[in-house]
Nanobody, 127 residues
């Protein structure tokens, strides 16, 4: 079992920045692909970005490319999401997710592709 705890959410003005963190505990995280999803009120949970354990493969949703950056520090069992140039449409609850890596090595972009989830952290961007 892997436990994920997000932090770093908050209220920010449009154009501002936030950095989210996701701390993992439980089974070693070194072989887990880690991802971020978000869910706005009345909408489905959507893929934001994900990174493989070695960092060799990263994917972003088109809506965040060039503004968001995912990174991980395996020594700290932590994944980060740096969000720059935030827009009101980025307002959502952001969730961290993890999935054991297995062959073929792919990065799922749907929630059902992940086995473990955090409780979420609210990000609100005011206009």
């Amino acid at each position: 079992q892997v436990q994920l705890v997000e932090s770093g959410g908050g209220l920010v003005q449009a154009g501002g920045s936030l950095r989210l963190s996701c701390a993992a505990s439980g089974r070693p995280t070194r072989s887990y692909t880690m991802g971020w999803f978000r869910q706005a009120p009345g909408k489905e949970r959507e893929f934001v970005t994900a990174i493989t354990w070695g960092g060799g493969s990263i994917q972003y949703a088109d809506s965040v490319k060039g503004r968001f950056t995912i990174s991980r520090d395996n020594a700290k069992n932590t994944v980060y999401l740096q969000m720059n140039n935030l827009k009101p449409e980025d307002t959502a609850v952001y969730y961290c997710a993890a999935r054991p890596e297995r062959l073929p090595l792919v990065i799922p972009s749907t929630p059902k592709g992940y086995d473990y989830w955090g409780q979420g952290t609210q990000v609100t961007v005011s206009s």
